[in-house]
């Protein structure tokens, strides 16, 4: 059974940073897309960033990023701890939402392709 925990949410100032992790487990990680999506309330869910795990092996931390967060955000993996990460640095109100981290076989862009999700944690950042 494959099981994705987020944590590191919160609250912040804009222009602030928060870490977001996600414990993973019951998966072969090299076998494996792994990223971030965020949904607002009222707006569909969205990309944060994309990353194949064990892409570039033990620390990986290339990937690929949604427009809106591209040079703020950096997601990368820690394989020998199966978990993934999101540094979010210089963050805006618009990145106010809920965080999820998930998984399937390959990065595709829509959320609709990942078969695993988290239960999500919450980004909130005042102006």
């Known amino acids: 059974q494959v099981q994705l925990v987020e944590s590191g949410g919160g609250s912040v100032q804009a222009g602030g940073s928060l870490r977001l992790s996600c414990a993973a487990s019951?998966?072969?990680?090299?076998?494996?897309?792994m990223g971030w999506f965020r949904q607002a309330p009222g707006k569909e869910r969205e990309r944060v960033a994309t990353?194949?795990?064990?892409?570039?092996?033990?620390?990986?931390?290339?990937?690929h990023y949604g427009d809106s967060v591209k040079g703020r955000f950096t997601i990368s993996q820690h394989s020998a701890k199966n978990t993934l990460y999101l540094q979010m640095d210089a963050l805006k109100p618009e990145d106010t939402a809920m965080y999820y981290c998930?998984?399937?076989?390959?990065?595709?862009?829509?959320?609709?392709?990942?078969?695993?999700w988290g239960q999500g944690t919450q980004v909130t950042v005042s102006s």
């Open positions: 990353i194949y795990t064990g892409q570039t092996g033990i620390g990986n931390n290339s990937g």
């Open positions: 019951g998966y072969t990680a090299s076998m494996y897309c």
């Open positions: 998930a998984a399937g076989p390959v990065c595709y862009m829509t959320w609709h392709n990942y078969d695993y």
